[in-house]
């Protein structure tokens, strides 16, 4: 995952500001000591978000000491949930405190608590582009949950709930959902920021094996190379995209799927287009019509 950096002005700045924000907290809400012991951490927190550097972290608290409190939630089971504050947690667990200041809340619904995990955490973490792709992910499988009954054309709206939430345009919201569809092992490396998200994304549409391929060869890259440019990357996914293709199989009805295909070229009619080679392009447009040609047929 991405290292952040405490040392840095704008990230000491941030811890600063979360402190403050904290500790404006205590004059509006009863603040109490609870025993490490008895709070347990909400386990999507770490599915979504880095926990790296703890160890500064614990040093800057060591140093300056603990301003604010921690949120958690009471449960059932007379245990605490932390709500936001995962990180500091972590950093007293590591500076062996016994107890940390904590506000305690009634413990919500499911679907409130996963909102609640997003909105505490994408405005004051320095986050990676896999953080923020994972984030939108399970904002997206939120809104998915307060209205399963919903059909197809509902995913347009969750499109542009997420859009409004994280401040981005609905293109950019569904590619950085497709970094989710990326193996592990390539996550991991746009996670540390080793490849440009950017230009690894249309990995995503190959299969697992195929994926695989490529990071092995990016892998292999890296290990006589200090760092690999967008333009390498770019080769070793077109090099791989020239043998057979790879169609994903799904048991989704194609009426769906094509549905999701003529918003996403409807979006690309919209926006202003970077290209890079013209003809290329005109090419696969005119094989996208002779595939269209195709598949009224089979209608």
């Known amino acids: 995952m991405a290292k952040l950096n405490l040392d840095s002005a704008p990230n000491a700045q941030m811890i600063k500001d979360v402190q403050q924000k904290s500790a404006k907290e205590i004059n509006t ?25 703890i160890k500064s972290l614990a040093k800057n608290i060591s140093e300056d000491g603990f301003n604010g409190a921690i949120e958690v ?7 605490y949930e932390i709500s936001s504050g995962h990180r500091r947690f972590r950093a007293m667990q590591m500076l062996g405190k016994d107890s940390i200041p904590a506000i305690v809340c009634d413990e919500p619904s499911v679907t409130k608590k996963r909102r609640v995990l997003i909105s505490s955490n994408i405005n004051i973490r320095n986050m990676s582009p896999m953080d923020i792709a994972r984030a939108i992910k399970y904002h997206y499988d939120t809104l998915l949950l307060e209205s399963p009954d919903k059909k197809t ?30 193996i592990n092992e390539i996550q991991d490396l746009v996670a540390k920021r080793i490849i440009p998200w950017s230009v690894i994304i249309s990995c995503a549409d190959f299969d697992k094996e195929k994926q695989q391929i490529v990071f092995e060869e990016i892998d292999k890259y890296l290990q006589t190379h200090e760092k690999i440019t967008g333009k390498v ?5 077109n090099k791989n995209s020239a ?4 169609v994903k199989t799904t048991s989704q009805p194609i009426d769906r799927q094509i549905y999701r295909i ?11 287009l970077v290209i890079a080679d013209k003809d290329n392009l005109k090419k696969q447009i005119s094989e996208i019509e002779d595939y269209i040609k195709a598949i009224k047929k089979k209608i």
Request: a negative charge; zero cysteines.
């Open 153 to 182: 054309r509902a995913s347009e709206n969750r499109l542009n709930a997420l859009s409004e939430y994280f401040n981005m345009t609905v293109m950019n919201v569904t590619r950085y959902l497709k970094l989710n569809d990326l």
């Open 233 to 237: 990357i770019e080769n070793i996914i």
């Open 262 to 272: 003529h918003r996403q070229l409807k979006l690309f009619s919209q926006e202003n």
């Open 73 to 79: 939630y009471k449960k059932d089971n007379g245990k």
């Open 29 to 53: 809400n009863v603040v109490v000591n609870l025993p490490i012991s008895d709070i347990e951490e909400n386990p999507d927190n770490e599915l979504v978000f880095n926990m790296d550097d």
């Open 243 to 246: 043998d057979k293709p790879t």
